[in-house]
Structure formats: structure tokens, C-alpha cells
């Protein structure tokens, strides 16, 4: 199975958020947040909503590279994702946050006041925005 993490070209005023040619694994190792991050991983644990604030569905995801992330996909914006399974596929693209434990990928929404990259969850042939 081949993964691969590509950072997207944006305007230059959205260009201080992104690493050219990054991958999740890089920013992990450099500490690196506000990254955008394109990828796809397996499905390998599924958590509780955290519905405090805003709520956000929640489930970790194993990379190709073996590190695992946490999407955290803002369901008072976008969709559920309907009939998530561990053992599912994911491709996303959002913000990536670092901690100490792989890392956490947001944003994977629409930003309804237009400041942020819109992202997005896809499952199942379906996009979730």
C-alpha cells in the first residue's frame, strides 16, 4: 500500500501555513503546527464525540509510515461521517497540530467565514465537508 502526503498549492497570503513537500511524519518530527496535510490512513480506533464547545467527531488513524494521528472533524460544520468502522479508509485534508502522541488534523471542514483553508474527510467514496 502506498500513502504519500503532499502539501497543496495555495495563494500567497495562505502560503505561511503550508510546508512545501511536507509530510505528517516531517512535521511530527520537527514540532511543526498549522501545516496542511493531505493523506490517507486506516482506521484504528474510534473515540467518543467531544461534545464540549464545538462538537467534533473523533477517531485515530494509522498511517503508512506506522504513526498514528488524531482527525478531529467538526460536526456543527460538516457531516458526520456516516458508517465509520475501524478498519475503514480515510483520506483527508486539513490543519495538523503536533503533540507528543502523533499529532491531531482539524479543519477537515468548510470555514463558513471564509479565513481558513476549507478541508475534508473522504470515506466511502463520499466527501464529508
Known sequence: MLISFTSLQVSSSQSSSLIKSTSITHAFIEHRSDVQVKGRGE?????????????????????????????????DLAPRVASLEEGDFIEFYGEYEWNKKGGVVHWTHRDPKGNHIHGWLKHNGKTYQ
Open 43 to 75: 482506521v484504528v480506533t474510534i473515540l467518543k464525540d467531544d461534545n464540549t464547545g464545538s462538537r467534533h467527531q473523533k477517531f485515530i488513524l494509522k498511517l503508512a509510515s506506522g504513526q498514528t494521528v488524531l482527525i478531529a472533524h467538526n460536526i
